[in-house]
Protein backbone atom coordinates (compact mmCIF):
# COMPACT_ATOMS: atom_id res chain seq x y z
CA UNK A 1 0.00 0.00 0.00
CA UNK A 2 1.63 3.38 -0.82
CA UNK A 3 -0.17 7.08 -0.37
CA UNK A 4 -2.29 8.02 -3.04
CA UNK A 5 -0.41 11.46 -3.54
CA UNK A 6 2.70 12.50 -2.09
CA UNK A 7 1.87 16.25 -2.34
CA UNK A 8 -1.93 15.69 -0.72
CA UNK A 9 0.48 13.98 2.03
CA UNK A 10 3.12 16.64 2.52
CA UNK A 11 -0.07 19.11 2.40
CA UNK A 12 -2.09 17.61 4.53
CA UNK A 13 1.22 16.94 7.49
CA UNK A 14 1.71 20.62 6.52
CA UNK A 15 -1.31 21.73 7.68
CA UNK A 16 -1.98 19.54 10.66
CA UNK A 17 1.02 21.23 12.18
CA UNK A 18 3.70 18.19 11.91
CA UNK A 19 7.10 18.82 10.53
CA UNK A 20 8.53 14.69 9.57
CA UNK A 21 9.64 14.13 13.05
CA UNK A 22 6.64 15.44 14.72
CA UNK A 23 4.91 13.47 12.38
CA UNK A 24 7.27 10.35 13.68
CA UNK A 25 6.91 11.18 17.19
CA UNK A 26 3.04 11.65 16.95
CA UNK A 27 3.11 7.59 15.20
CA UNK A 28 5.62 6.34 17.56
CA UNK A 29 8.46 5.71 15.08
CA UNK A 30 11.87 6.98 13.59
CA UNK A 31 12.08 9.68 11.59
CA UNK A 32 13.15 7.72 8.65
CA UNK A 33 9.89 6.07 8.61
CA UNK A 34 7.38 9.01 8.53
CA UNK A 35 9.76 10.16 5.69
CA UNK A 36 8.92 6.71 4.08
CA UNK A 37 4.88 7.00 4.38
CA UNK A 38 6.17 11.34 2.84
CA UNK A 39 7.60 9.35 -0.85
CA UNK A 40 5.35 6.92 -0.91
CA UNK A 41 7.20 3.96 -0.35
CA UNK A 42 5.49 0.78 0.15
CA UNK A 43 4.76 0.74 3.59
CA UNK A 44 3.21 -2.58 6.22
CA UNK A 45 -0.62 -2.62 7.34
CA UNK A 46 0.13 -1.46 11.21
CA UNK A 47 2.53 2.17 9.81
CA UNK A 48 -0.43 3.29 7.65
CA UNK A 49 -2.83 2.81 10.88
CA UNK A 50 -0.31 4.88 12.55
CA UNK A 51 -0.01 7.55 10.24
CA UNK A 52 -3.85 7.60 9.95
CA UNK A 53 -4.54 8.21 14.05
CA UNK A 54 -1.64 10.31 13.71
CA UNK A 55 -3.03 12.45 11.30
CA UNK A 56 -6.57 11.97 12.45
CA UNK A 57 -7.50 11.13 8.93
CA UNK A 58 -9.00 7.43 7.32
CA UNK A 59 -7.15 5.20 5.63
CA UNK A 60 -9.16 6.10 2.28
CA UNK A 61 -8.19 9.68 2.25
CA UNK A 62 -4.56 9.05 2.29
CA UNK A 63 -3.44 5.38 1.06
CA UNK A 64 -4.37 3.26 -1.53
CA UNK A 65 -3.79 -0.56 -1.72
CA UNK A 66 -1.75 -1.90 -4.75
CA UNK A 67 -0.73 -4.87 -6.35
Partial sequence: ???KAKEDFSLTRIKKGFSITGLAKAMKVNPSVAFMVEKGRTIRPATAKKACDALQMS???L???ED
Fill in 59 to 61: FED
Fill in 1 to 3: MTI
Fill in 63 to 65: FII
